[in-house]
């Protein structure tokens, strides 16, 4: 156990805990974390593992009494098969090494968090984390057919399945995937690799309104086609992006939607889903050009160091069903009218899961009334249209009080017991997850 | 509670329980599932539930203490939503009725297991069947958002998400499905739908031995291809259609490698796949004809009842990593010759997943040992070539003692406490899943 640097305590969630954490290890190798584990339990400490420190909710920020147990040492790539088309790898790779390794070999890890650059497939599998890829390869837990986890005892188990298909026994890998650290630490997996799509194509299309532009994922879903990236942005963030990057997207619309094909198809489906968004659509293009397509997704990834720029985001992650996305959006602008709060508006159209960003002033040590009535706002309405207060980043501390709405208590009741199973004592992350 | 008709205490695995069951409940609607499981309590009885009753490892095998709960009845699509690509169903209802109820709307439910036109969305959510497009498309698991589960003590409870992507606490809707009926009875689920791809394209390739057409497997894994459907059949599972269908595929080689691709470039990608396999082929073709594709498909899904012509089948279902494949067929042949059993070989050969079938004799009351040696072989070479015992048709009550040495004691032990979490009394199919 070494000092503890200030940042080791807390996540991009902006969230602070009471107190300072007792100490952190940093894990070279998983003996390390089992004897951290067992060291935490002997001095009376709960463990709050990490990895980058990447995370949106929370769920890696210590508070005193925690062991802070650092995993982003443990960042082998132990194998790459790519007949099988998995991979073995520690939890503290960086997301985009295990790709870049991957490619090497025909292949891509498909789910695509938004930090994939610096976010850890062992942080990735906490939260269950999504990504710009989802709509067409699903997110973490659909990658990820075994997993290598420290009990609460300080044992080492292997839970899921050593093939792409397996049935034997409760989907135990399943359960650990999105459990945010509290019924095992993750400190290795397997994972599921696929071939790289043969071509890509990226459409671009700008609507007169936000509005506009959640009517045309309706028709998209509607066309036949199945895009691999469906992105949408708001005028605001357009314009904070431009700002940043210099470029000048705001002046074509007041909302982006960007849409990636891919497989051997792709030109073809990409003419299908622009003919499917050309009705609602103010203009629209499309690309074969890598180089195009990566300048647009580049853009798409800096709307939220754009929005960081402006003050502190507070940012939000709900999902609702594809159908009721206009109405979201619609209720959305209610909200920032009512509460007078500026909210920016992007996310991931194709699997109907929205980013509402509030951005607050950051030199105020607490959030603002209206930024916090604003957020509650936005979670009541996710559950008022059938959906739900987190689609990618997790519950983490941030949630907690909304999770627990969604959930209602007999689910939250089957939850502890389960927790219950794997950590009886709760040391494990304790407040994170539900 | 009626009198119990033999039929509805076995499936289609050949097992039989000791004693008959007290009764059986044909459930009506969510009530009468209620009803049942708190009058089995009563009457201290254990709950079997079934839906079409054609699993293939004794999951819904009945014996004397068991109350029968025939779910076949709950059998209406309740609603799908073609711009959310989701439908919510009953448990009853039969799988190709999904398929076709969806079709109607552009969609497909991609799951298919061999017994699509008789299974039911229950029986599949218990079993986390696969399928033959289980390659591209993934399994049960990856198409069901949440469950309706009636728990132990006869309460409702949803589990799951409503949405496509979400997050919020663990995920217990993937933990049930798979567990066979013993940690709650789901009535009702909400499934994704997926867009009915463009155009299909089908080939066929033949091949001097089975350990070639193993071998091209693995060379259009590495072709960049993903093809949705990749079945292998051995020559002596061809010579058995043909007795049955009248044609002549055994004539043409010793193996068949079927492979199917989809989506907009369907036909580009089948080329790439016929490229890949010809080094290993005899001869090759593909047709973009659906009739032509549904012949043949027609033919790899007459494989189970061509051999049920010939005797018992005693179906194995294991699954090994891909680059194992060549190797898996070489001991299934050895062991065939070591036991000198009959063993077919066929499968679902892009996910590694082969079904070795043993004929027996059907006028044997008891498995030869010769057959139980050769299954126990199966299962030991599986395991030895770092696969499952199971990779689709579960365990029921076939598999236990190998699914125990495949889960070994500690993960066994978790499963008996979730299991407990669950349904503490134990009355929830009680010897199924694991």
């Given at each position: 156990?070494?000092?503890l640097?200030p940042a080791l305590a807390i996540d991009?969630s902006g969230l602070r805990a009471a107190g300072s954490p007792a100490?952190?290890?940093?894990?070279?190798?998983?003996?390390?974390?089992?004897?951290?584990?067992?060291?935490?339990?002997?001095?009376?400490l709960v463990?709050v593992?990490r990895?980058?420190?990447?995370g949106?909710a929370g769920g890696a920020v210590a508070g005193a009494g925690a062991l802070v147990?650092?995993?982003?040492?443990?960042?082998?790539?132990?194998?790459?098969?790519?007949?099988?088309?998995?991979?073995?790898?520690?939890?503290?790779?960086?997301?985009?090494?295990?790709?870049?390794?991957?490619?090497?070999?025909?292949?891509?890890?498909?789910?695509?968090?938004?930090?994939?650059?610096?976010?850890?497939?062992?942080?990735?599998?906490?939260?269950?984390?999504?990504?710009?890829?989802?709509?067409?390869?699903?997110?973490?837990?659909?990658?990820?057919?075994?997993?290598?986890?420290?009990?609460?005892?300080?044992?080492?188990?292997?839970?899921?399945?050593?093939?792409?298909?397996?049935?034997?026994?409760?989907?135990?890998?399943?359960?650990?995937?999105?459990?945010?650290?509290?019924?095992?630490?993750?400190?290795?997996?397997?994972?599921?690799?696929?071939?790289?799509?043969?071509?890509?194509?990226?459409?671009?299309?700008?609507?007169?309104?936000?509005?506009?532009?959640?009517?045309?994922?309706?028709?998209?879903?509607?066309?036949?086609?199945?895009?691999?990236?469906?992105?949408?942005?708001?005028?605001?963030?357009?314009?904070?992006?431009?700002?940043?990057?210099?470029?000048?997207?705001?002046?074509?619309?007041?909302?982006?939607?960007?849409?990636?094909?891919?497989?051997?198809?792709?030109?073809?489906?990409?003419?299908?889903?622009?003919?499917?968004?050309?009705?609602?659509?103010?203009?629209?293009?499309?690309?074969?050009?890598?180089?195009?397509?990566?300048?647009?997704?580049?853009?798409?990834?800096?709307?939220?160091?754009?929005?960081?720029?402006?003050?502190?985001?507070?940012?939000?992650?709900?999902?609702?069903?594809?159908?009721?996305?206009?109405?979201?959006?619609?209720?959305?602008?209610?909200?920032?009218?009512?509460?007078?709060?500026?909210?920016?508006?992007?996310?991931?159209?194709?699997?109907?899961?929205?980013?509402?960003?509030?951005?607050?002033?950051?030199?105020?040590?607490?959030?603002?009334?209206?930024?916090?009535?604003?957020?509650?706002?936005?979670?009541?309405?996710?559950?008022?249209?059938?959906?739900?207060?987190?689609?990618?980043?997790?519950?983490g501390r941030l949630?907690r009080?909304?999770?627990?709405?969604?959930?209602?208590?007999?689910?939250?009741?089957?939850?502890?017991?389960?927790?219950?199973?794997?950590?009886?004592?709760?040391?494990?992350n304790p407040g994170a997850?539900?």
């Open positions: 156990m070494t000092d640097a991009r100490g952190v290890v940093v894990a070279r190798d998983v003996a390390d974390v089992q004897a951290a584990v067992r060291r935490a339990r002997a001095d009376g463990v593992t990895g980058a420190g990447s949106l147990l650092d995993l982003s040492r443990l960042d082998r790539i132990r194998s790459i098969d790519p007949v099988d088309g998995t991979a073995d790898v520690e939890a503290g790779v960086i997301t985009a090494h295990l790709d870049a390794a991957a490619r090497a070999h025909g292949l891509f890890y498909a789910p695509d968090p938004g930090s994939v650059g610096i976010s850890t497939i062992g942080g990735n599998i906490a939260t269950n984390a999504g990504g710009l890829r989802g709509a067409k390869y699903g997110v973490t837990r659909d990658a990820v057919l075994s997993v290598d986890v420290v009990r609460a005892d300080g044992s080492l188990l292997r839970l899921g399945r050593p093939t792409i298909k397996g049935v034997t026994g409760y989907d135990l890998a399943g359960l650990v995937v999105g459990s945010e650290g509290t019924l095992g630490i993750v400190v290795a997996a397997r994972v599921r690799l696929l071939p790289v799509p043969r071509r890509i194509a990226t459409a671009s299309a700008f609507f007169a309104t936000l509005e506009d532009a959640a009517e045309a994922v309706a028709a998209i879903a509607l066309s036949g086609a199945r895009p691999a990236v469906l992105e949408i942005l708001d005028g605001e963030t357009l314009g904070a992006i431009d700002a940043l990057e210099g470029s000048a997207l705001r002046d074509r619309g007041e909302a982006l939607l960007l849409a990636q094909t891919d497989g051997f198809g792709a030109e073809e489906e990409i003419a299908v889903v622009t003919e499917a968004l050309s009705a609602a659509a103010t203009h629209h293009e499309w690309t074969a050009d890598p180089e195009t397509a990566a300048t647009l997704l580049h853009a798409r990834r800096q709307a939220l160091p754009a929005l960081e720029r402006l003050g502190r985001p507070v940012i939000e992650d709900i999902a609702v069903p594809r159908s009721r996305l206009a109405e979201a959006v619609r209720g959305i602008r209610a909200i920032a009218a009512r509460r007078e709060v500026p909210i920016y508006v992007f996310g991931h159209a194709g699997d109907g899961n929205l980013h509402p960003i509030i951005v607050v002033d950051p030199s105020l040590d607490e959030l603002p009334e209206s930024a916090v009535g604003a957020a509650d706002d936005i979670f009541a309405l996710a559950l008022e249209l059938g959906g739900t207060v987190t689609a990618e980043h997790g519950i949630k009080e909304w999770a627990r709405r969604e959930l209602g208590p007999e689910v939250v009741a089957v939850h502890d017991a389960i927790k219950a199973v794997f950590d009886p004592d709760g040391i494990l997850a539900y």
